[in-house]
């Protein structure tokens, strides 16, 4: 509102500005509406498996997706990939990248395919065959953050107080 004001020729500062407001406005009620829904709980509308959603994330998944269609576009490539996912079903990825990085209205989205582009053999690898290495991931994972909980612990004074009280 104040760059507004100083556009206009509004020679006083921005404090000035603030103060009128909250003088004017304070004590008024202000329009209140359904608050809209946070970043957090759109995301697992999506990432939710439709049969597994309740019928009230259902409707505010539905009201949020009428408000923007690039959500639904969102959505559609979301679910089809993890279509692709839980049926092991890589031979389709070449196609749902090429899609993908059809929409131009959703730069993450087209920088997500062609980083999946990059490591195509593999990834399709992964989408395809029964095994993985999630096992060992957990393992490397849980022993990786063992090693940042116990950074910088190690010295010389540790050292020096374990001897001492050997």
């Not at 006083?12 to 909250?22: F, H, K």
């Not at 009620?29 to 959603?53: K, N, Y």
């Not at 031979?91 to 990085?101: K, M």
Request: aromatic share 8%; glycine share 6%.
């Amino acid at each position: 509102m104040w760059e507004e004001l100083c556009e206009q020729g509004y020679p006083r500062g921005y404090n000035s500005v603030r103060d009128y407001v909250s003088r004017v406005l304070r004590g008024k009620p202000q329009p209140v509406g359904p608050r809209p829904p946070s970043p957090r709980a759109v995301t697992r509308w999506i990432l939710t498996h439709p049969d597994a959603l309740t019928e009230n994330d259902r409707l505010q998944l539905k009201a949020a997706l009428a408000n923007c269609p690039e959500l639904t576009t969102l959505v559609e490539h979301v679910r089809s990939f993890a279509h692709m996912v839980t049926h092991l079903q890589g031979d389709y990825l070449p196609q749902w990248i090429e899609s993908a990085r059809a929409t131009t209205d959703l730069i993450s989205l087209s920088r997500f395919a062609h980083h999946l582009e990059r490591g195509l053999d593999a990834v399709t690898a992964g989408l395809t065959q029964p095994w993985n290495s999630g096992v060992v991931e957990g393992h490397v994972n849980r022993i990786k953050m063992l090693k940042r909980q116990m950074f910088g612990r190690a010295g010389f004074e540790l050292l020096r107080k374990r001897v001492i009280l050997a």
